[in-house]
DNA sequence: CTATTGCACTATGAAAATTATAGTGATATG
DNA sequence: CATATCACTATAATTTTCATAGTGCAATAG
């Protein structure tokens, strides 16, 4: 009774983990160490942060280079298959360019309204 | 200094919420009411779906009809802003066909490694 | 020589999000 | 008459994320 296993599902499971899409984002660009990484994503607590690397790792989405103990120097790097999240992230891209800007009231995110009405 | 909003930084920020691709992808097939969505979701917790919707609807990305208050009847619809997202789930979709599938052992998620190391 | 900075994280306890579970009121169904 | 359904809400427990501080040691700044 779990023999309904859907890879769609799954891939949901994935990248609607918080902070994921913004760390695959990041290692689109070019490959970071931790600290890095950490700054460029923004406000990713550490251990948060850790623990999404940990788990992207292990699944084969992210690569983890120790490129010397000491002094400390690590390298996330995407897989393969890390990198086929180009496509995911073009679409989010293109969404969010095409239909999210910030609210005038308080500059949060808001839905660009001219883009839904009119298709003039 | 909070000049740089980032409309892409914002989308990831709505995607990345527990349980709203799954609820987009159930749309996108078709409107449904609040506990048909739940069903269908799957393991959505009730106060966190009614959460998740106000707040897409606040967004406009769905649109709450309320077709009845007795008998109640309620459909949740995506907007066209919300129709749109379907560039995105067919990029996740895609991944996840391409790149998941079910671990062997416990008949969890993890990559599948055929597809990454062998292009043939 | 000494102080600071930077590396990749881990530890701790507090705050926030999500959860299981139960329940609302009325009608339609068995 | 008992049960199921609709769209949710309420409560309290659990899980996740958070802010903050700190690790050991080399390279740099003063």
Redesign the pocket.
Known sequence: MSDDFCPVHAAIGVLQ???VLHIVRELLNEPR????L?RSVG????????????ELVTLGVVG?E?QSV???????RLTPAGVALQGVMQAVENWGRTYIKPDPQDGHACLNQQQVDSAS
């Open positions: 983990q918080k902070w160490g931790f600290n890095e950490s406000g990713c607590n550490p251990a948060t942060l850790s623990q999404r690397l940990d983890r120790v000491f002094p400390p120097r690590t390298l996330y």
